[in-house]
């Protein structure tokens, strides 16, 4: 049985930062290229971050570049996303995912539609 389990969430100040961790269990982690998304009450799920199954290539949204980075341990099973700077636009529930395909840095592969698995989210709260 799959399963992705999101970490590190809570409420943080404009400025602050937090650090996320997904760990997966049940699937061949260093074949499944890992992401992850952020949901915001109201809105659809948004892609926030795409990171190789090497771990060599990263993929950013253009309004997370500069300010989060997506990193993995292939020995540990685990995905992380360091957030700096964080705006109060950033709260959301962020999720991370699993994607045995090679879609890299194509624009579908920026949409949830290609991941196989999710985990069941973190809630992420940037107080102003």
């Known amino acids: 049985q799959v399963q992705l389990v999101e970490t590190g969430g809570g409420l943080v100040q404009t400025g602050g930062s937090l650090r996320l961790s997904c760990a997966a269990s049940?699937?061949?982690?260093?074949?499944?290229?890992m992401a992850w998304f952020r949901q915001a009450p109201g809105k659809e799920r948004e892609f926030v971050a795409r990171?190789?199954?090497?771990?060599?290539?990263?993929y950013y949204a253009d309004s997370m570049k500069g300010r989060f980075t997506i990193s993995r341990d292939n020995a540990k099973n685990t995905v992380d996303l360091q957030m700096n700077s964080l705006k109060p636009e950033d709260t959301a529930v962020y999720y991370c995912?699993?994607?045995?395909?090679?879609?890299?840095?194509?624009?579908?592969?920026?949409?949830?539609?290609?991941?196989?698995?999710w985990g069941q989210g973190t809630q992420v709260t940037v107080s102003s």
């Open positions: 995912a699993a994607d045995d395909s090679n879609w890299g840095s194509t624009a579908y592969a920026r949409t949830p539609s290609p991941y196989d698995y």
């Open positions: 049940g699937l061949p982690f260093g074949s499944y290229a």
């Open positions: 990171i190789s199954r090497s771990g060599v290539t990263t």
